[in-house]
């Protein structure tokens, strides 16, 4: 199952500055592992002191946000385009 | 990558009509929305290609997040337009435009350019920042036409 995963510019001193990066897995949270296993840098950005998603990470199944699907357990199709996009904030 | 380096932030006088009257519409709550440009290094560049309001999801006076899927829509803009998403301007209603404690600690990426738009006065204000490692650095504005 190979889907393709878009990196955030803030992300790509992580990844060799690859902004689009292919790995092979039936979930959101096998791809994850995938892709963390390749690039270690990325691992404390993605996922949160729970083990679950980073609470400042948005994490879309082409154009769904993967909270109110499965979470990390989100099944993919073949060819899935996964966006990583940091959460954008601020205050006053 | 380290992000060095000063740039202008160069905007149209269309640009900056958006970005200022995104902020006017979204009163009384605060305003935000992304920019769009080439970056080179991971750092915009200061040339702005697009500038497009997004929700503020927190629906606040005193704080923004950018709707995710406004970012999302952005980021595919930007990938389909050869360009990255180089920044994301915001409102202070009731404060100078200058970065709080909140917008340093939250800022997202060291390469991006962060305008800010005060309404606290009769006139807008607008002033632009980097933030790199909590450090500011104001960026001059130029118009353009
Ligand atoms: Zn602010």
């Known amino acids: 199952m190979a889907v393709t995963i878009s990196i955030p510019t803030v992300l790509r001193t992580q990844t060799d500055g690859q902004a689009n990066v292919e790995v092979d897995g039936a979930t959101v949270g096998a791809v994850f592992d995938e892709v963390i296993s390749r690039f270690p840098g990325l691992k404390a950005n993605l996922v949160g002191d729970d083990g679950g998603l980073h609470k400042f990470v948005n994490v879309f ?3 769904e946000d993967i909270r109110y699907l499965d979470g990390l357990d989100t099944k993919l199709d073949d060819g899935a385009s996964i966006a990583i996009l940091p959460a954008v904030a ?3 | 990558m380290i992000a060095v380096g000063v740039t202008t932030l160069r905007l149209t006088r269309h640009q900056h009509a ?3 009257g995104h902020c006017y519409d979204g009163l009384p709550d605060e305003a935000c929305g992304l920019l769009l ?5 991971g750092v915009a560049t200061g040339v702005i290609t697009d500038t497009r309001p997004c929700v503020n999801a927190d629906a606040s006076a005193r704080t923004y997040t950018v709707a995710p899927k406004d970012m999302l829509r952005a980021m595919r803009a930007a990938e389909s ?5 180089v920044g994301v301007w915001h409102s202070h209603t009731h404060t100078t435009a200058y970065p709080s404690p909140t917008d340093v600690r939250q800022a997202v990426d060291p390469g991006w350019i962060y305008p800010i738009v005060s ?3 009769g006139a807008p204000v607008m002033r632009a920042y980097r933030i790199v490692a909590e450090v500011i650095t104001e960026v001059p504005i130029e118009i353009v036409a």
């Not at chain 2, 440009?37 to 290094?41: K, Q, R, Y």
């Open chain 1, 61 to 63: 199944v082409d154009d």
């Open chain 2, 18 to 20: 958006v970005m200022v």
């Open chain 2, 37 to 41: 440009g080439p970056m080179i290094g």
């Open chain 2, 119 to 121: 309404l606290r006065d």
């Open chain 2, 81 to 85: 337009a050869g360009v990255e998403i």
């Open chain 1, 90 to 92: 601020g205050g006053a």
